[in-house]
């Protein structure tokens, strides 16, 4: 986050005005609408001045089949594929890294839907995707950047315990036993309390 | 004898309870489980304590004796402890909705949102961790004498870590006793309607015997029953709250303890003195909560509490949840311990003292807490003026979804309780709970009612839950 990058309201409405094509179902395999390999290599050229070795995003597109994950990979592309970042040169290898790494767990967490729809969520994902960027928003030091990320990220934990099916069961299987063993003998304890 | 374990003839039940009970210990149980006089014994129960658990018991004395340090107690807890949260941080939800994933160690401590009675009363499953061994996990409800009735989960080597830490506060009030087969270590004593009463020997104190006892008259065979079994079992030292204790000596119940351990409720400086001259012994102030095991003792030489274990990081914090300057008063707030089941992370005790930092003479190095101000005793009547203990009350109110109470006896005996159902504006079991009140207290007039704002307004959040009108001794 060593840089000023572009104004942060500036790009969660960029985010808010995603085109409704840009949800439509990825290809993976035979179905699906959108030629994924097609945007990214578009976006990814626009942020390179030199050529880009499409070997390196085309596999792991092409290899990756889960859907949100997908959509969200088009949510980043169209969000950065702008005149700010255009402009300038040196974010390519970034924010490919981005997508190749930085998404996966999100995608695992969040419907990519969300980071439209959601306000706190449009949020989370400009700061996530400006990290990647090594960027800030402009106008912010690196402390409040790091320290709304790490607020952002903790709501999108709290997401995903509330959410995580898996979770939900050991919770509940954790208050079926405390019922039960309210209700079975405890060891002696010596004192009052 | 077909129900026996053929080996050394001890009933395999009581093997599941006492893992490692021995004959000796075996035969002082039967003793005291089948002497004449003895009370009607209403549950039973042994330690628990099996070979790992006394070797984790004794590892925690090791620590006691010296890890006791004053640095325990600075602007960020020990590194241990840090280490021990970073370990446990993925695994309890509450940990995880607390801090960032860097974990501990680089987060700032006051920055952690702080936890409180109410979210193990609401959420516990929240604070267990996840990949915990839930066939190990005991649970013990508490009174609700603070305000919310709470299930609290704990191991057997949770509750017998209690047993270290007597005998340390024990020793500095110079009271050895002599743990061996054959002789009664403890009795706790309760003076309550009704209440889990069971006789046991305990591993960690090499096969004493201890019984949880309730002299309330109506439990015993004859009126002289209690007089006789304690004379039987001459226990070596008594533990219990104010009103058990001075209902012991009401009925001059006769018996020669080295140390009286009060907990609960505090004591009033009058009673401590009657009991500590009738008695002869020291009368030990003992802090603790059911969901933090004990805090502090009563220092023998100065009017405060010492911080007791080692293993726990005290902070005392404003209702911002910020430390309070040097010397001012905040609420007491636990980190750490030794529950399996109920790590604690700035868990805000409800009490509320001033932290020293300053040397004692008693020549205990850890902080003391002045002015500490927990619960007071009360007592409550019934219809006829006997006494009722507010863990009778307790036992009633915690049969309904209440999340909060504040119980007032008036003078005349007129009672009013106020409750906050754990469903909003629930009215439906009012007057089943009056019904159950009555039945405790008979004839005096009941007011139920419901208010759905106890423990959020600004200017009372402290909640009182019993308060009394009425003398606590006659």
Redesign the interface.
């Known amino acids: 986050m060593k840089k000023q990058g572009p104004q942060l309201d500036y790009l969660i409405n960029r985010l808010a005005d995603c085109p409704p094509e840009f949800m439509l179902q990825p290809k993976a395999g035979k179905n699906g609408k959108i030629d994924m390999s097609a945007v990214v290599t578009d976006f990814i050229r626009d942020l390179s001045p030199s050529p880009f070795p499409l070997i390196t995003y085309s596999n792991f597109i092409k290899a990756n089949k889960d859907i949100n994950y997908l959509k969200l990979v088009l949510l980043c592309c169209w969000l950065l594929h702008d005149e700010w970042f255009t402009s300038k040169t040196g974010y390519a290898a970034d924010s490919l890294k981005l997508l190749q790494e930085g998404l996966p767990p999100m995608a695992k967490i969040v419907k990519a839907e969300k980071f439209i729809n959601d306000a706190e969520r449009r949020e989370e994902l400009v700061r996530y995707c400006l990290m990647y960027l090594n960027l800030r928003p402009q106008g912010e030091t690196k402390a409040h950047a790091e320290d709304r990320l790490?607020t952002m990220?903790?709501v999108a934990?709290?997401k995903f315990?509330k959410d995580s099916v898996q979770?939900q069961k050991?919770?509940?299987?954790?208050?079926k036993?405390?019922a039960k063993?309210?209700a079975?003998?405890?060891?002696?304890?010596?004192?009052?309390? | 004898m077909s129900n026996r374990d053929e080996l050394n003839g001890i009933d395999p039940k009581i093997l599941k309870r006492s893992p490692l009970i021995t004959k000796q210990g075996y035969e002082l149980y039967l003793k005291m489980r089948e002497h004449t006089d003895a009370p009607k014994w209403t549950y039973t129960a042994g330690d628990m304590v099996g070979k790992t658990e006394l070797k984790y018991i004794k590892i925690f004395k090791a620590g006691l004796k010296k890890k006791r340090r004053k640095e325990n107690i600075g602007d960020r807890p020990p590194l241990s402890l840090l280490k021990k949260f970073n370990l446990l941080h993925k695994r309890i939800i509450s940990f995880m909705q607390r801090v960032p994933e860097e974990g501990f160690l680089n987060f700032d401590w006051e920055k952690i949102h702080t936890m409180c009675r109410e979210d193990i009363a609401k959420y516990p499953e929240k604070l267990i961790p996840v990949d915990a061994d839930l066939e190990r996990m005991n649970i013990y409800q508490t009174a609700g004498t603070t305000g919310h009735a709470l299930m609290v989960p704990n191991a057997a080597e949770g509750t017998g870590c209690y047993l270290p830490m007597l005998d340390f506060v024990l020793a500095r009030y110079g009271v050895k006793p002599v743990y061996k087969p054959g002789r009664v270590a403890c009795f706790l004593i309760g003076a309550q309607k009704k209440t889990v009463t069971y006789p046991t020997v305990l591993s960690y104190w090499k096969q004493s015997g201890f019984a949880k006892i309730n002299i309330n008259p109506s439990e015993w065979p004859t009126s002289t029953s209690p007089h006789h079994f304690f004379t039987a079992f001459k226990p070596q030292f008594l533990t219990g709250d104010p009103i058990s204790f001075a209902e012991m000596l009401r009925m001059q119940i006769p018996v020669k303890p080295a140390a009286l351990v009060t907990t609960a409720v505090a004591m009033s400086a009058g009673l401590k003195r009657k009991l500590a001259t009738h008695y002869n012994c020291p009368v030990i102030d003992w802090y603790s909560l059911t969901e933090t095991g004990p805090i502090g003792y009563f220092c023998p030489k100065s009017d405060a509490y010492h911080i007791l274990p080692h293993d726990i990081y005290v902070e005392a914090l404003d209702s911002k949840g910020r430390k309070v300057a040097a010397g001012k008063r905040g609420e007491i707030t636990i980190s750490g311990g030794r529950n399996p089941f109920l790590p604690l992370l700035r868990y805000r005790t409800g009490d509320w003292g001033r932290l020293d930092f300053t040397a004692c003479t008693c020549g205990d190095i850890m902080p003391r807490i002045f002015e500490l101000e927990g619960r007071e005793p009360v007592i409550f009547r019934a219809f006829d003026g006997k006494p009722i203990n507010p863990i009778d009350v307790s036992r009633i109110i915690r049969a309904f979804p209440i999340v909060q109470h504040q119980f007032l006896q008036k003078k005349n005996g007129a009672c009013e309780i106020a409750v906050r159902p754990i469903i909003s504006d629930d009215s439906s079991f009012l007057a089943n709970l009056q019904a159950a009140l009555l039945g405790l207290f008979g004839a005096v007039k009941i007011s139920v009612k419901l208010d759905m704002k106890m423990g959020n307004r600004k200017k009372s959040k402290k909640i009182i839950p019993y308060k009394s009108q009425c003398l606590l001794y006659d």
Do not use: C, W, Y
Not at chain 1, 170 to 175: E, H, M, P, V
Not at chain 1, 184 to 193: D, G, H, N, V
């Open positions: 790490k990220s903790s934990r709290n315990i979770v050991r919770l509940q299987a954790i208050r036993a405390m063993k309210a079975a003998e405890a060891a002696s304890k010596a004192t009052r309390e």
